[in-house]
């Protein structure tokens, strides 16, 4: 049977299933559950690849995947058991971010809710570093206040979904915003001359 098969890379659309070389075959097979029965979705010809994307899934979805090797004695084709493995696509990226409200010292970030999330993490470019300032576990959320700012001043920011396939946290693509707190109020307004 095929060893070491497991879900890699993985997008929001699509999933990466890698195995070991198998040096005695001639090449693999694999089949997805649709609906309840296995469709073939490839078939491999060449022993020494070890990796197969399957695209065009749909975000925070799980699906199911199983492989087996194959080779031939003259013209009859010979099959291994199947070896099964299953995996989740990443969060869709969330929608409708913008900076929803501004202070001197303060900027509120909104963004749409997604259904698909377990929650959402926010990180701030700090000198040209993404640093994280909130971890948001609660996916009905849709608005965070970023707190300690400079007046006058251009900030950057990033959100990303998380999910969780099994024990594997998962994550959608980056989502990025800027804004500019507002200026500091006027000060020292006295009425400085009379007639």
Do not use: H
């Not at 997805?32 to 073939?40: D, I, K, L, T």
């Not at 010809?45 to 990796?51: G, I, Q, S, W």
Request: aromatic content about 10%; some cysteine.
């Amino acid at each position: 049977n095929v060893t070491g098969v497991v879900i890699g890379e993985r997008t929001g659309d699509e999933l990466c299933i890698n195995w070991n070389k198998n040096e005695s075959v001639s090449g693999y097979i694999i089949e997805q559950n649709r609906n309840g029965s296995w469709v073939r979705i490839a078939r491999i010809a060449d022993k020494n690849v070890t990796t197969y994307r399957v695209a065009g899934l749909s975000s925070s979805t799980m699906y199911q995947f199983r492989i087996r090797a194959f080779d031939f004695d003259g013209s009859t084709a010979l099959y291994s058991g199947y070896t099964l493995v299953s995996g989740k696509t990443n969060p869709a990226t969330i929608s409708g971010l913008i900076i929803g409200g501004r202070a001197s010292d303060a900027l509120r970030l909104n963004w749409n809710r997604n259904a698909e999330a377990s929650g959402y993490i926010i990180e701030q470019n700090r000198n040209g570093s993404w640093v994280r300032i909130a971890r948001i576990a609660d996916p009905s959320t849709t608005t965070y206040r970023v707190e300690g700012l400079e007046p006058s001043t251009t900030y950057q920011f990033r959100i990303k979904v998380f999910g969780v396939d099994g024990s594997t946290v998962i994550y959608s693509e980056y989502q990025n915003v800027s804004g500019r707190t507002a200026p500091t109020n006027v000060t020292g307004v006295v009425i400085g001359g009379r007639a």
